[in-house]
């Protein structure tokens, strides 16, 4: 039995052999909680629920993607909803492959592998020519999936696909990551009574996960320089009474540093939900970003079965900004998701679809609504990118950019 599991009356209950795994991998993480005397930063909870080998959400059996409840999904991302947006994306990447003289594309979280599929086609149309098209994901079971995709294209394309295990030092070439940042553990803190604590997970009543709060010069918590200052930012702008959570990305800006430090020539995007720090940090965001997605119902708590659930945050893309840049790449853009999709000409994609053919024409232009609309994907998420050799923007950026928001 999970004795983790809170069963909010709302969610759908997960099959007796999803439990039992769950309950297996909540063993495994009361262990380390008891190994590491009684504590654990939110984080590595965090990575432990989503990339344990085998068990962790990522990493375990979870279907994930998908568009409905029933079909065993969890939530639906871009790549997913419609070929359209691989098809638009490609343009820019097309620009970005030919403005640095590069001939290779490096996915980050590849997810199912449709949007690797999606690239390699529509560039192949647009009569673009890549060397190789490598793919990094932390889940195995993830890269199962991308392989039966990826095979399933058949011929020369698929025979550019490669999985890595490890990052090359250096890489020349354009690289992608679609919702990845979302999906890198975060550190909880919380200010109550105007004091700010480290939230982390403890062991309660039953072997259930609790949050419990640790003082910031304890010895399990690991401040970083850049929190502190935050903090002492965030208690001069918001009325040190108020009660304030906030997330923040060490591990995000770690990897943003890395992909950035690697990338010799050429262009890194990644397209995520999220908001520069101002907005990010907002008087009235006092809960966080903080979300969890089980079979299309998002709610607020992080241990319910655990390995059975996304866990994600919103990304703060001023410290992915920032961490990009120190590394000396230029920060090639920043702009909303639609703005850069149509920027990109998606509607010109969507126009070699015959009207006619409502079958095709009907689902196609539902989900560029959904891409664009301010209520849907296209105000929350976000396109960054950063480029080393570049000389001038891409069209995608030419309009609209917001780098001066960051
Ligand atoms: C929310 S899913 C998005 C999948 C896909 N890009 C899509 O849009 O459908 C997050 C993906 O990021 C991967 N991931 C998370 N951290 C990663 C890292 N540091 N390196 C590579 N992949 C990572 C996960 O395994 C998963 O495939």
Redesign the pocket.
């Known amino acids: 039995m999970n004795q983790n599991a809170h069963e909010p009356a709302s969610l759908p209950v997960p099959a007796a052999d999803a439990l039992a795994a769950s309950a297996d991998l909540a063993a495994r993480i009361r262990d380390e909680i008891a190994t590491a005397g009684g504590w654990l930063p939110f984080d590595r909870y965090m990575e432990l629920a989503?990339?344990t080998p085998g068990l962790g959400y990522?990493?375990g059996g979870a279907r994930?993607?998908g568009r409905r409840a029933e079909d065993g999904s969890d939530?639906v991302?871009?790549?997913?909803l419609s070929p359209l947006f691989a098809q638009t994306l490609a343009r820019p990447l097309a620009q970005a492959l030919q403005a640095s003289g590069t001939r290779e594309l490096m996915?980050?979280?590849?997810?199912?592998g449709?949007?690797a599929a999606g690239i390699l086609s529509a560039l192949d149309a647009l009569g673009v020519s890549l060397d190789s098209y490598a793919i990094?994901?932390?889940?195995g079971e993830?890269r199962e999936r991308q392989r039966e995709t990826i095979e399933a294209l058949g011929g020369e394309l698929a025979s550019r696909v490669r999985w890595l295990d490890a990052l090359p030092e250096r890489f020349e070439g354009i690289v992608i990551?679609?919702?990845?940042l979302?999906?890198?553990p975060v550190q909880l803190y919380a200010r109550t009574g105007g004091i700010w604590h480290a939230r982390g997970v403890a062991v309660g009543e039953a072997g259930a996960f609790r949050f419990e709060a640790r003082a910031l010069d304890a010895p399990a918590v690991q401040l970083t320089k850049e929190d502190a200052a935050l903090f002492a930012e965030l208690d001069a702008e918001i009325d040190p009474a108020i009660d304030y959570v906030a997330e923040t990305h060490a591990?995000g800006a770690a990897?943003a540093r890395t992909i950035c430090a690697m990338l010799k020539r050429g262009a890194a995007f990644f397209i995520d939900y999220g908001f520069p720090r101002a907005e990010y940090y907002h008087p009235q965001r006092t809960q966080g970003t903080l979300m969890c997605h089980y079979r299309h119902r998002a709610h607020d708590d992080p241990f319910l079965y655990p390995g059975l659930q996304?866990i994600?945050a919103h990304v703060e893309f001023t410290r992915i900004a920032e961490a990009g840049v120190e590394t000396g790449a230029d920060l090639l853009g920043y702009t909303s998701q639609a703005r850069f999709l149509m920027n990109a000409g998606v509607t010109e994609v969507l126009s070699e679809i015959d009207p006619a053919d409502a079958s095709r024409f009907l689902p196609a232009a539902n989900a560029v609504q959904k891409l664009l609309s301010e209520a849907e994907m296209g105000e929350l998420f976000k396109v960054i990118a950063f480029s080393r050799g570049i000389d001038g923007t891409l069209d995608a950026f030419a309009r609209g950019d917001r780098s001066h928001t960051l």
Request: no cysteine; proline share 3%.
């Open positions: 989503l990339y990522y990493s994930k993607f939530f991302t871009a790549p997913e996915e980050f979280g590849a997810g199912t449709r949007l990094v994901d932390l889940s993830l990551g679609n919702e990845v979302d999906a890198m591990a990897f996304d994600t």
